[in-house]
C-alpha cells in the first residue's frame, strides 16, 4: 500500500513540476518614498503641492508622477517605467540607468533632469528646461 502511494505521489510530481517552471513571473512593482511615506505599486502619484519622491528602480510599465508644485524626485537604480514631473519646476535625478523603452519627462514648467546613462528617453517638456545626460542618448527638449 505504502509502495501504490509512493508511486502516485512521484508521479503526481513529475506532473506538477514542469507546470510550476513555465508559470509566469507576476509583475514587478515599484516601491518609493513619498514625502517620507512608503507606496508601492504600478502607479506612484504624489500630491497636488511639491513632493519629495525618492525610489530605488522604476519597473517596465509602471509610473511615478509629481503632479503639481516642484517636485523632487530621485530614482537610484534603473528607470525601465516612466518618472514625469508634470506641471511645475520639477528636479529629477536618475542616479542609475533609463532603460530601453523607459522615460524621463520634466512636463511642463522649467525642469531640471539629471541621469547618467540613457538608453530610453529623457525629454525636459515644455518650458525653460535644464537636462544633463552622463552618457547615451541626448535629451531632447532642453535648450
Known amino acids: 500500500m505504502i509502495r501504490h502511494t509512493l508511486r502516485a505521489l512521484c508521479a503526481a510530481t513529475l506532473v506538477i513540476a514542469p507546470l510550476a517552471l513555465t508559470a509566469t513571473p507576476a509583475h514587478a512593482v515599484t516601491s518609493c518614498r513619498v514625502n517620507g511615506v512608503p507606496v508601492t505599486g504600478q502607479s506612484v502619484i504624489g500630491t497636488p503641492g511639491a513632493d519629495y519622491i525618492t525610489c530605488g528602480s522604476v519597473a517596465s510599465g509602471d509610473l511615478v508622477r509629481g503632479e503639481g508644485g516642484a517636485d523632487y524626485i530621485v530614482v537610484t537604480g534603473t528607470v525601465a517605467g516612466a518618472v514625469r514631473g508634470n506641471t511645475g519646476g520639477d528636479h529629477i535625478r536618475v542616479d542609475g540607468s533609463v532603460a530601453p ?30 537636462c544633463r545626460v552622463g552618457s547615451g542618448n541626448p535629451p531632447v527638449n532642453c535648450p
Open 101 to 130: 523603452g523607459g522615460e524621463v519627462h520634466g512636463g511642463d514648467g522649467n525642469d531640471f533632469l539629471v541621469v547618467g546613462t540613457n538608453a530610453g528617453s529623457v525629454d525636459g517638456g515644455t518650458g525653460v528646461d535644464y
